[in-house]
C-alpha cells in the first residue's frame, strides 16, 4: 500500500491549491480515502473523506465549504481542491485509507502506516 500526496506549495491567504494523492498496491474503490494534515506542534487531524463506492464527501467543520474531495478510480488518484485558504490552514497534508462503508467514511486511518506528506503554506 503506498500514497503519496503532492500538489503543496505556498499560497497567499484567499489562494487556491489542488492537492492529489496518488495511490498504489491496492485497488482504490474497495476503501474510503481520507485527507488529514498537521500543523507545528499539533497533532493530525481530519480534514474531508470520500467514501467508496457512491463517494459520499465529508467534512471537518473548519474547511466545509472551503474545500473539495473527489475520487479518479481509473487514475488512482483522490484529490482535493482547497479555495479560500487561510493561513490556519498551513500544514503538511496527507492522504491514508479510511474505515467505513459505502454510506459514511471516517477519520480512522485502515493501515498504520503514513505516506509522505505536502507542505502547504499560506502566508502573504
Same mark, same amino acid.
Given at each position: 500500500?503506498?500514497?503519496? /500526496?503532492?500538489?503543496?506549495?505556498?499560497?497567499?491567504?484567499?489562494?487556491?491549491?489542488?492537492?492529489?494523492? /496518488?495511490?498504489?498496491? *491496492?485497488?482504490?474503490?474497495? !476503501?474510503?480515502?481520507?485527507? *488529514?494534515?498537521? /500543523?507545528?506542534?499539533?497533532?493530525?487531524?481530519?480534514?474531508?473523506?470520500?467514501?467508496?463506492?457512491?463517494?459520499?464527501?465529508? !467534512?471537518?467543520?473548519?474547511?466545509?465549504?472551503? *474545500?473539495?474531495?473527489?475520487?479518479?478510480?481509473?487514475?488512482?488518484?483522490? !484529490?482535493?481542491?482547497?479555495?479560500?485558504?487561510?493561513?490556519?490552514?498551513? /500544514?503538511?497534508?496527507?492522504?491514508?485509507?479510511?474505515?467505513?462503508?459505502?454510506?459514511?467514511?471516517? *477519520?480512522?486511518?485502515?493501515?498504520?502506516?503514513?505516506?509522505?506528506?505536502?507542505?502547504?503554506?499560506?502566508?502573504?
Amino acid at each position: 500500500v503506498q500514497l503519496q /500526496a503532492s500538489g503543496g506549495g505556498l499560497v497567499q491567504p484567499g489562494g487556491s491549491l489542488r492537492l492529489s494523492c /496518488a495511490t498504489s498496491g *491496492f485497488t482504490l474503490d474497495d !476503501y474510503g480515502i481520507g485527507w *488529514f494534515r498537521q /500543523a507545528p506542534g499539533k497533532e493530525r487531524e481530519g480534514v474531508s473523506c470520500i467514501t467508496k463506492g457512491p463517494s459520499s464527501t465529508f !467534512y471537518a467543520d473548519s474547511v466545509k465549504g472551503r *474545500f473539495t474531495i473527489s475520487r479518479d478510480n481509473d487514475r488512482n488518484t483522490v !484529490y482535493l481542491q482547497m479555495n479560500s485558504l487561510k493561513p490556519e490552514d498551513t /500544514a503538511v497534508y496527507y492522504c491514508a485509507p479510511v474505515r467505513g462503508t459505502v454510506e459514511v467514511c471516517s *477519520f480512522v486511518p485502515e493501515f498504520g502506516s503514513w505516506g509522505q506528506g505536502t507542505q502547504v503554506t499560506v502566508s502573504s
